[in-house]
RNA sequence: GCCGAGUUAGCUCAGUUGGUAGAGCAUGCGACUGAAAAUCGCAGGGUCCACGGUCCGAGUCCGUGACUCGGCA
């Protein structure tokens, strides 16, 4: 790696648009390895409801970040931005660039913006005591309790988004420090190029249904019913994973199966809607490719290979 | 054929004694310095089945027709 600066090769898109695949394929094209960007495939036992690529499916290039904890210990950015920052100079000084790949926009973000992310633990006990709180005197008021101790930071946050409001509120009463004098960015300090998998919304969510179809005839409800079983169903509900969720209220007699399906196919399209907001067509620093296009893989190799090219980077074999 | 109920947003439906229409869901857009598959905000969208009548004014009242769903033959 002639070039100073780390390389990445990123590749983003909303869920089911088909990024597994494509960064196989490349990391094979490439020799390389995969680091996972996706909150959800960091848990043991979350495999069938999440979409966690198999074995097979990873046709042995080497996958990061999978399978790396439990949801009694839930990662956060913070432990996410260690371990991708550390992967990455790793995979770079073995020569290769590795390809970063997953749904989750803020994670994609705290790496290219180079987010210095504090690593405070999160501690449920206070905010559940933070939330009561809220219960009693309203969103409003606990939002003007954060105005008092920390009005920059309450200036970014909207009253009625609770959570920004205890995650703030938490970071100040665990460090004694303001909230929003712990952040900072910079611009991208690596050298990295975006490649995004772009599909009709109409085919998306035809995909999306299809997959969640496939999820139940593969055993999603046995998958929940065994974490159900552990007692894990209140950390579950509390991290908020579509697809588990609903099934637990299916367990529990909330929800008949068909209801359950029916909300887990709603609540995936919102998400993909609100993914989108991470990654835009008009974002200039990504290169869109059409998920239906058969040369997809042609074509992202083409585009990768030429940006780094341009950098006296050549990857693959000749 | 007769009797009843209905026809309003993409869908399911509200709509007061007549004053040119609302909700939920869906759809689209957005925020987000870190719990993010979370949490939250905004918006577009209607020849009110058709035609005629009454009225200053009809989604609303009257008539006729079309279609849908029940019940009886």
Same mark, same amino acid.
């Given at each position: 790696?002639?070039?100073?600066? *780390?390389?990445?090769?990123?590749?983003?898109?909303?869920?089911?648009?088909?990024?597994?695949?494509?960064?196989?394929?490349?990391?094979?094209?490439?020799?390389?390895?995969?680091? &996972? /960007?996706?909150?959800?495939?960091?848990?043991? =036992?979350? #495999?069938?409801?999440? /979409?966690?690529?198999?074995?097979?499916?990873? *046709?042995?290039?080497?996958?990061?970040?999978?399978?790396?904890?439990?949801?009694?210990?839930?990662? &956060?950015?913070?432990?996410?931005?260690?371990?991708?920052?550390?992967?990455?100079?790793?995979?770079? &000084?073995?020569?290769?660039?590795?390809?970063?790949?997953?749904?989750? =926009?803020?994670?994609?973000?705290?790496?290219?913006?180079?987010?210095?992310?504090?690593?405070?633990?999160? $501690?449920? =006990? +206070?905010?559940?005591?933070?939330?009561?709180?809220?219960?009693?005197? =309203?969103?409003?008021?606990?939002?003007?309790?954060?105005?008092?101790?920390?009005?920059?930071?309450?200036?970014?946050?909207?009253?009625?988004?609770?959570? @920004?409001?205890?995650?703030?509120?938490?970071?100040?009463?665990?460090?004694?420090?303001?909230?929003? %004098?712990?952040?900072?960015? !910079?611009?991208?300090?690596?050298?990295?190029?975006? +490649?995004?998998? !772009?599909?009709?919304? $109409?085919?998306?969510?035809?995909?999306?249904?299809?997959?969640?179809?496939?999820?139940?005839? *593969?055993?999603?409800? /046995?998958?929940? #019913?065994?974490?159900? &079983?552990?007692?894990?169903?209140?950390?579950? @509900?509390?991290?908020?994973?579509?697809?588990?969720?609903?099934?637990?209220?299916?367990?529990? %007699?909330?929800?008949? +199966?068909?209801?359950?399906?029916?909300?887990? @196919?709603? #609540?995936?399209?919102?998400?993909?809607?609100? *993914?989108?907001?991470?990654?835009?067509?008009?974002?200039?620093?990504?290169?869109?490719?059409?998920?239906?296009?058969?040369?997809?893989?042609?074509?992202?190799?083409?585009?990768?290979?030429?940006?780094?090219?341009?950098?006296?980077?050549?990857?693959?074999?000749?």
């Amino acid at each position: 790696m002639e070039n100073k600066k *780390q390389a990445l090769i990123i590749v983003v898109g909303p869920t089911a648009s088909g990024k597994t695949d494509l960064a196989v394929k490349l990391a094979k094209a490439l020799e390389t390895e995969v680091i &996972s /960007a996706d909150s959800r495939y960091f848990y043991k =036992g979350l #495999n069938i409801g999440t /979409a966690k690529p198999t074995k097979s499916e990873m *046709q042995g290039v080497t996958h990061h970040l999978i399978d790396c904890t439990t949801v009694d210990n839930p990662w &956060s950015l913070g432990e996410f931005r260690t371990h991708a920052l550390k992967l990455i100079k790793e995979i770079n &000084s073995k020569g290769k660039i590795p390809i970063l790949v997953g749904g989750t =926009g803020q994670y994609i973000r705290a790496i290219t913006k180079n987010w210095n992310v504090p690593t405070i633990e999160s $501690d449920e =006990g +206070l905010r559940i005591t933070l939330e009561n709180w809220a219960k009693l005197i =309203g969103k409003k008021e606990l939002w003007n309790k954060l105005k008092i101790v920390d009005p920059e930071a309450a200036k970014k946050i909207d009253f009625r988004n609770l959570r @920004r409001t205890v995650r703030a509120l938490e970071v100040i009463l665990k460090t004694g420090k303001r909230f929003s %004098g712990l952040r900072n960015f !910079s611009d991208n300090p690596l050298n990295s190029l975006t +490649l995004g998998i !772009s599909w009709p919304r $109409d085919l998306l969510y035809k995909r999306v249904d299809f997959r969640i179809d496939q999820m139940i005839k *593969q055993g999603l409800v /046995a998958e929940v #019913n065994d974490l159900v &079983s552990q007692g894990r169903d209140e950390l579950l @509900r509390r991290i908020g994973i579509i697809g588990y969720t609903e099934i637990i209220d299916y367990l529990e %007699g909330k929800l008949t +199966l068909e209801q359950a399906v029916k909300l887990i @196919r709603k #609540n995936t399209r919102v998400f993909i809607r609100t *993914q989108s907001n991470w990654f835009k067509a008009d974002d200039p620093n990504i290169y869109w490719l059409d998920g239906k296009d058969p040369a997809l893989l042609v074509k992202a190799l083409d585009l990768t290979k030429n940006y780094f090219a341009n950098q006296g980077i050549i990857l693959g074999m000749p």
